[in-house]
């Protein structure tokens, strides 16, 4: 039995790769996409997004909605797993997941996105889940009426406490540095709110507790004191990194781990292996440019498949 071969597989469904399912779609191409969920860092969103045209003021999560319908509109098959290796056998990629699949292609778009930085303390892997997230939008209401910490004093942490002052008792905002990245509005709504309190020159050293957390231990740099704050919540905002490891090996890298591709194309070193979006080198992290380099990618991936002689 000959095994099946797609056109196009795309991994990942965050802007870039659902605007890819999208074209592919349009484009007849026979197109699997594979991710673990829809969304990406934008189903995460606590705040408005204000500059995606021609909606508006939406939540993430709304967009993602709006943005999965369309998708799922189209004939492309849909596999919910992880992807854990990419080979390149002549013309055909082979794409390993977690699940235990092997899927075929002619060509791949990669368009996972970013993780988030890890603190790398003791506490953080043993207290996630139970106290430590990475996501207010999914966790924040479990605080309701608790004190709770957030690491980064950059406009992603400020956003985290000012969405989680409406939850949570008190917010401490941590920022390692002399004074917090944040500004406009996001820093003049923080300072306002009576619950939030900003601590500068804090360098987390552990998160503590039995079953649950019950405390964060920082160091004042300034005086270099240790210091114990009484929370039952962390949420670490300190910013994202490419999650490059199943294509490490096929695509050059930057200083910070994105992949090195294209200009116009975004196509890799490995012909027929595209990079859109925050996983790449380009310097703007935006969902309307993820969402255009989903589709322009596409579109090279389509003129790439149409000259292959197989």
């Known amino acids: 039995m ?3 071969i797609y056109d196009l597989i795309i991994i990942g469904a965050g802007p870039a790769g659902m605007t890819a ?11 699997l996409l594979i991710a673990k969920n829809f969304g990406g860092q934008m189903a995460k969103k606590a705040v408005m997004i ?3 045209p021609g909606v508006g003021a939406i939540y993430g999560t709304e967009l993602v909605s709006l943005m999965e319908k369309q998708l799922k509109s189209r004939k492309i098959k849909i596999e919910t797993d992880e992807v854990l290796k990419i080979k390149k056998q002549g013309e055909i990629f082979s794409t ?8 075929n292609s002619k060509a791949i778009i990669v368009a996972t996105g970013l993780v988030s930085r890890l603190l790398n303390v003791p506490g953080e892997k043993e207290f996630l889940g139970r106290g430590v ?8 209401p479990v605080f309701q009426g608790k004190n709770v910490a957030v690491v980064g004093g950059g406009n992603a942490g400020f956003e985290t406490a000012i969405f989680l002052s409406k939850i949570a008792k008190k917010i401490y905002i941590l920022e390692y540095g002399q004074k917090s990245k944040a500004f406009g509005a996001n820093l003049e709504i923080a300072k306002k709110a009576e619950n939030i309190e900003i601590i500068t020159n804090a360098e987390v050293k552990e998160i503590k507790g039995k079953k649950f957390v019950d405390s964060l231990i920082y160091e004042d740099k300034k005086n270099k004191e240790i210091k114990n704050l009484a929370v039952e919540g962390v949420f670490v905002e300190i910013g994202y990194q490419p999650e490059t490891s199943f294509i490490e090996d096929m695509v050059d890298l930057n200083d910070k781990g994105a992949a090195l591709v294209d200009f116009e194309s975004c196509q890799t070193k490995t012909a027929g292996l595209f990079v859109a979006g925050d996983l790449n080198a380009g310097k703007f992290k935006q969902i309307v440019i993820a969402c255009g380099e989903g589709a322009k990618t596409t579109l090279y991936a389509f003129e790439y498949i149409q000259h292959l002689k197989i």
């Open 21 to 31: 399912g999208i074209y592919a779609g349009r484009l007849n191409l026979k197109t």
């Open 2 to 4: 000959a095994r099946e």
């Open 96 to 103: 390993e997941t977690k699940n235990k699949n092997v899927f």
């Open 133 to 140: 997230s990475y996501c207010s939008l999914c966790d924040g």
């Open 50 to 52: 204000e500059n995606y």
